[in-house]
């Protein structure tokens, strides 16, 4: 009896904090607007070009284009994200087509809408490349 009090008092515990942080926990997370999130339609989009048709042009387009920010390897500088990591690789290709192309320019990321769209694909493929060093 008194153990089974015991038990539901843990439970009444346990379901008070879920509250609390389903209250207070996951929209703090939002909260910073520091989160760059794209539309869920262009995030759903597919990649239409081949690895190995897209890729030789697309290294050349990011040394041209993103390494003076992202560093030659997209491994980040002062003036750009690391796009190894895993919060970027994590995202789908709509939504990394989606970031080439609107950028984020209040915050340092230019927009690249006036490139072919086969080459901001390219650029996606490019980025994706770089998960494996
Ligand atoms: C002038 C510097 C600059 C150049 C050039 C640049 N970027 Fe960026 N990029 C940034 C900054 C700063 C951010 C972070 C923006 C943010 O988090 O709001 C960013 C963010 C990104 C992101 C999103 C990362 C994330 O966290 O979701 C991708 C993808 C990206 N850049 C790809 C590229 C590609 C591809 C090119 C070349 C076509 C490029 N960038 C050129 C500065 C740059």
New binding site residues.
Partial sequence: MRNGRRRARGAIAVACGAVVLGTFGVPALWAGG?K?TAPPLAAARVNPLAVDAGLPGGRK??GE??A???GDAGQGTR???D?R?R??QD?SDG??FW??SQ??T?????T?SY?PEPQ?WQ??L??RSLSSH
């Avoid at 209040?106 to 230019?110: D, E, K, L, Q, T």
Wanted: aromatic letters at 8%; a positive charge; proline letters at 6%.
């Fill in positions: 520091a760059w387009l990011f284009r993103c003076s920010c992202h003036m750009a994200p796009l990591e919060d970027v995202q939504a990394l970031k080439i950028g984020n209040r915050r340092g990321m230019p690249y490139l901001r650029l996606v490019t980025v």
